[in-house]
């Protein structure tokens, strides 16, 4: 018999949503990266772009907020060591691009444990989801890939900006 029970729905829901609480403060601090990212987006836009021309659109711009915020994610990614859009607690996609004045629409792809940045857009472009995102109404592109602290893993993010 356990050493306690919960009395009613109401005191369930008060200890698991306090269980919820616990899990997300042990995993805020990776929501602010200490990584640093490399910043890869004057490869890859050639290769988006003439990706993007073959299927008779228009070509992406480098763009300063998608690649802060691709950047961030990198680093974020490398720090927790998992490849996830949503990193912690209260994570929000919206917000986060926000945060980096990143102008909406706005579309995000990652990837892990490729080497090169040629590597992480042609599993991209593999990928029917990610090639959607690439071929998208979208002006502007950031790349950028960051490592784990141990320096092994690679973790890369790609941000499409309206």
């Known amino acids: 018999m356990a050493a306690f029970q919960i009395s009613s729905r109401r005191g369930f829901l008060v200890l698991s949503g306090m269980g919820l609480i616990m ?34 659109l228009s070509s992406l711009a480098l763009d300063t907020p998608a690649r802060k915020a691709a950047a961030y ?14 990193i912690g607690f209260g994570d929000d996609f919206g917000a ?7 102008v909406l629409p706005a579309a995000e792809n990652i990837a892990s444990g490729q080497n090169t940045v040629e590597a992480a857009v042609k599993a991209w472009i593999d990928s029917p989801k ?3 995102n690439m071929l ?4 502007g592109l950031g790349v950028a890939m960051a490592r784990t602290s141990a320096g092994a893993r690679p973790y890369w993010a790609m941000v499409l900006s309206g």
């Open 96 to 102: 986060r691009m926000k945060k980096n004045d990143v």
């Open 136 to 139: 998208g109404t979208y002006k």
């Open 73 to 86: 994610q990198a680093a974020r990614m490398a720090k927790a060591d998992e490849m996830k859009h949503l």
């Open 130 to 132: 990610h090639l959607e």
């Open 23 to 56: 899990a997300g403060c042990s995993t805020t601090s990776v929501l602010t990266p200490t990584a640093d990212a490399e910043d890869e987006t004057e490869t890859a836009l050639p290769m988006v772009n003439t990706l993007r021309r073959n299927r008779g």
